[in-house]
């Protein structure tokens, strides 16, 4: 017995915990892949064989094609103007100190605390209130107040670690303001940026409830995946898009670490003692 | 080195809210003059170099670079560059890149381009490292490739923030040196902030201590060191003995005391003294103090007991206690002798030059508004 | 609110000094943050405003009467229907945010105490299924907790049970277990900022006066790292109340909550005015609720000593 409970002593507790959770997290996201190859109608153990035709049968679906193409779209556009929305805010905040700073933050930050669809509710009543069709365009202004908090988490953390002597030795230099911004500046958090991009338009294109409300009848993705879910005969395809959209994700926000960490290298670099 | 002003500095003084950081500092640096501002952290000196380079807007006065007024002049306006305490070497470009970005905007040949940055380069020696990145290089070679950038737009007077205090001893002590030779071979002034009083002392024509915003002197740093004006003056470029003396009498350039044990010494009598109740302070360096061993003997003479001892290499720490004395001396011996191996407690003998005491003032009270 | 302060901020200096203070830093970063801050004022602090407005009108037939009533809010409040859906909301929301802090606090303890040189890695792999199309994640679970799912077949292989357990699916166990998925990476987050500001040598401290692991943890770690607690939790908490596609998907007729609600008045029931009183009482609700949650986890780690 005391032997027992010292063998359980020297069991790493929580690393064990943590390989659990982890299986937790990354379970759902494993077995979209694995029906989407499954040879079968339904989503049950055990696998009927590997088959691709559920991927076959995406390329010919043009109502498919054409949400691909809302939601590309849609990415581009929220991805651009949420990012150089998140710009404006992230450089205000980690190189000026100024009144009401933590309370404009906050509000900037605000959709990240809020149940998406009172935003959404919101959003579409004043639209319609305003007269404004219900369009992908309403869809763009929706989608960005909801990743400009996102976009601003990215950027200030590439804006952080800027050493401001970098512009001090630029206009020491003889440069102007404007040519600092370009020269310098830019190119400095040039990857933060692309990596706000890069999330951004992840965030858009996996967005339902704000484009669901807003879409009026051109659908994003998400929401004709969601016309998709009631007929069980589609589940399949479902999964297969599901797959590329997952992989896609995936790639893109991989890469927007990579680069997320390389502005991060960057800035520190810049100020680090040797 | 001539005596026509490069920067002249009149009447500055620079608030952050209720905080004095400059409080009327006024001062003039010669052309090819080496200047150092001199003074523990918040004193003011980085202040008032941001304000040469236009980094800081003074509250009130007027900075006249080579005679211009410069105070309504921008940063990239005004013929002075820095070398950043950080360095700031700009990570996205490579050694060469960073040494062109300035000369890009003066949209010289690329001939032309190209050799004035080599030159800069190879000036610091740093030939052949030209296409290197920020990241590769080196403490020491980020100083140089700081050092060519800002030299290689041939301002008129560079300014360096804390230029070797991210440098480990050793290198801090060759870059002294480089820095030094570079400055008698470009002859343009040069400016340095630093707290370190060796690096002043070794580097400076000129230096100017700096306290809560306000300059307590400027002199050469033989004078500021073996003539601080004020306590405090004295106290931070160095080990110094402070003594209790009463005012025996006053000539036209000198003061007589009566320095307690070392009995009456005349001193050189500084600008504008006052004696305010007849009790002044006076000092005198620990290294002007000598041991004296068995034969040797001395004009001006003390006995006293080793009370502590620190060693420290090339010389040993003494802390002599004299009857007397209300508090102990400091005094330095090289370890020539065997100074190292006296033990606390022994009786010793001890010179002293009566030359080598000086007045010093009174500090003015620190003032913040 | 904040939009108020924040004008009152830019109109502080008095005319003589205007041109010093435009050029000042702050005049210069109120400039730079208020395409932002105005672009979040038009599209969420208006919004929400109207949300307020509407919620005391009334709908006629096809238009709107604007005089006010408290007549939505009534209905809002007494209709057994929505009293049950608010609690429901309230309830999930309130267990899924205890859920997610409580599994995910060992997490972002591992991965800031013993992450190594790849907490950067670490982070990156908890929020990957947190950005990934949360549609997908939601069916995904309709997948695994199913009748003939992952896990029916799963425990049927190994023998623990017989035949199929139905009570896994549409309920608000499977809402719950659906939602705490997908906010883990939100409580994470913010626990593991905390954390990693906790100076180490305090807890080594704590240690070094002579309190055991444990005790040194309750004691100076978890105090410490409350702020990061109390953000995962309000950033858990207030979104999963009003969420919609996981009562839909995963929770049938037991786990319908607010939500669906608050969709069907801007749909066919087109009620807006009582959508939006839903709205502002959703809101209400959850923030009464998550300020006592707040409350009440600053006063037991007070009473830790």
């Known amino acids: ?274 | ?369 | 609110m904040t939009a108020a302060a924040f004008g009152a901020v830019a109109e502080t200096p008095s005319p003589p000094r205007r041109r010093a203070w435009m050029r000042s830093e702050e005049a210069r970063g109120l400039a730079m943050v208020s395409p932002t801050f105005l672009y979040a004022l038009a599209l969420l602090f208006l919004p929400v405003l109207i949300v307020i407005a509407y919620s005391f009108w009334t709908q006629n037939y096809l238009d709107i009467d604007r005089t006010f009533t408290l007549e939505n809010y009534r209905q809002a409040l007494t209709e057994p229907i929505y009293r049950d859906l608010f609690v429901r909301s309230l309830w999930i929301s309130l267990t899924v945010s205890i859920v997610t802090v409580v599994f995910s606090y060992p997490v972002a303890w591992f991965i800031s105490f013993h992450g190594g040189v790849h907490k950067n890695l670490w982070l990156f792999l908890v929020t990957v299924p947190c950005w990934t199309s949360y549609l997908l994640r939601v069916m995904s679970w309709k997948i695994i907790l199913g009748y003939g799912g992952v896990m029916n077949t799963g425990l049927i292989s190994m023998g623990l049970i017989d035949k199929p357990v139905t009570s896994l699916l549409y309920n608000s166990n499977a809402v719950v277990i659906t939602l705490v998925h997908s906010w883990a990476a939100f409580a994470i987050l913010p626990i593991y900022v905390s954390l990693q500001k906790v100076d180490r040598t305090l807890i080594e401290a704590a240690r070094d006066l002579g309190d055991s692991r444990v005790r040194a943890f309750f004691r100076v770690t978890l105090p410490l790292s409350l702020p990061g607690v109390i953000s995962a939790f309000l950033i858990v908490m207030i979104p999963t109340v009003g969420d919609y596609v996981t009562p839909r998907l995963v929770g049938g007729k037991d786990g319908v909550m607010i939500a669906t609600a608050i969709q069907a008045q801007f749909g066919k029931g087109a009620n807006w005015p009582l959508g939006a009183a839903l709205s502002v009482t959703t809101m209400i609700l959850v923030s009464l609720a998550a300020a006592a949650v707040v409350l009440a986890l600053k006063f037991t780690v007070r009473r830790i000593k």
């Open chain 1, 1 to 274: 017995m005391t032997l027992f409970t010292q063998r359980l002593r020297f069991i790493p507790w929580l690393p064990v915990y943590v390989a659990v959770y982890f299986l937790f997290l990354y379970l759902p996201i494993l077995l979209l892949p694995v029906f989407s190859f499954n040879n079968a109608a339904t989503t049950t153990f055990p696998l009927a064989g590997f088959t691709t035709k559920w991927y076959g049968t995406l390329a010919g679906n043009s109502v498919m094609m054409e949400a691909a193409w809302n939601s590309l779209i849609v990415g581009i556009s929220v991805s651009l103007l949420s990012t150089i929305l998140g710009i404006c805010a992230a450089r205000a905040i980690t190189r000026y100190r100024f009144r009401g700073q933590r309370a404009a933050t906050g509000f900037i930050m605000a959709p990240l605390f809020l149940p998406e669809i009172i935003v959404a509710v919101s959003l579409l009543m004043i639209v319609l209130a305003m007269g404004v069709e219900l369009s992908l365009f309403t869809v763009i202004l929706g989608q960005t107040v909801f990743c400009v908090p996102y976009a601003m988490s990215v950027l200030v953390s590439g804006f952080e670690g800027f050493d401001r002597s970098l512009e001090e030795a630029s206009y020491d230099l003889g440069e102007t303001a404007i040519g600092t911004f370009r020269r310098v500046t830019l190119p400095v958090v040039a990857p933060a940026i692309v990596s706000s991009l890069l999330v951004t338009f992840t965030i858009s294109l996996d967005e339902f409830i704000l484009a669901f409300f807003l879409s009026g009848t051109e659908p994003t993705l998400p929401v004709y995946i969601w016309g998709q879910l009631r007929f069980a005969a589609k589940l399949p395809g479902v999964l297969a898009l599901g797959t590329i959209m997952l992989v896609a994700s995936i790639l893109m926000l991989t890469l927007a670490e990579i680069l997320r960490r390389r502005t991060e290298r960057r800035t520190q670099m810049a100020h680090m003692l040797p």
């Open chain 2, 1 to 369: 080195m001539s005596d026509r002003a490069m920067i002249q500095i009149e009447k500055v003084s620079k608030f952050y809210g209720i905080y004095m950081a400059l409080d009327d500092v006024s001062l003039s640096i010669g052309e090819g003059e080496f200047f150092s501002l001199l003074g523990p952290s918040g004193c003011g000196k980085t202040t008032l170099l941001r304000s040469i380079a236009g980094f800081e807007t003074p509250t009130a006065g007027e900075i006249y670079i080579d005679g211009v007024p410069s105070l309504a002049l921008p940063p990239n306006k005004r013929p002075t560059n820095m070398v950043f305490q950080s360095y700031a070497i700009f990570p996205h470009l490579d050694v060469a890149e960073n040494v062109a970005y300035g000369l890009k905007r003066l949209k010289l040949s690329p001939e032309e381009e190209k050799k004035r940055v080599g030159d800069a380069l190879d000036m610091v020696r740093l030939s052949g490292l030209g296409q290197r990145k920020a990241h590769e290089l080196s403490g020491g070679q980020r100083q140089r490739v700081a050092l060519a950038r800002a030299l290689v737009m041939r301002p008129k007077v560079l300014l360096l923030d804390e230029p070797l205090s991210a440098l480990d001893k050793k290198l801090r002590e060759e870059m002294q040196v480089e820095l030094r030779t570079l400055q008698k071979a470009v002859g343009i002034t040069f400016i340095l902030v630093t707290h370190d009083q060796y690096e002043a002392l070794a580097l400076s024509d000129r230096i100017a201590v700096m306290f809560g915003g306000r300059i307590a002197q400027i002199a050469s740093p033989k004078e500021i060191y073996q003539r601080p004006r004020t306590r405090k003056v004295a106290d931070f470029l160095g080990g110094m003995n402070f003594l209790n003396a009463k005012v025996l009498g006053e000539q036209a350039n000198a003061v007589s005391v009566d320095a307690a044990r070392f009995g009456a010494v005349n001193l050189v009598k500084p600008q504008g003294f006052a004696a305010a109740s007849g009790h002044v302070t006076v000092g005198i360096r620990p290294e002007r103090l000598r041991l004296l061993w068995d034969d040797d003997r001395a004009p001006h003479e003390l006995t006293g007991r080793i009370e502590n001892r620190a060693y420290f290499g090339e010389v040993t720490h003494l802390t002599v206690g004299i009857d007397g004395l209300e508090q102990p001396l400091s005094m330095v011996e090289t370890n020539n002798f065997g100074a190292d191996d006296l033990p606390v407690g022994a009786e010793i003998r001890l010179a002293y030059d009566p030359d080598a005491f000086v007045l010093l003032a009174e500090d003015p009270p620190v003032s913040r508004v």
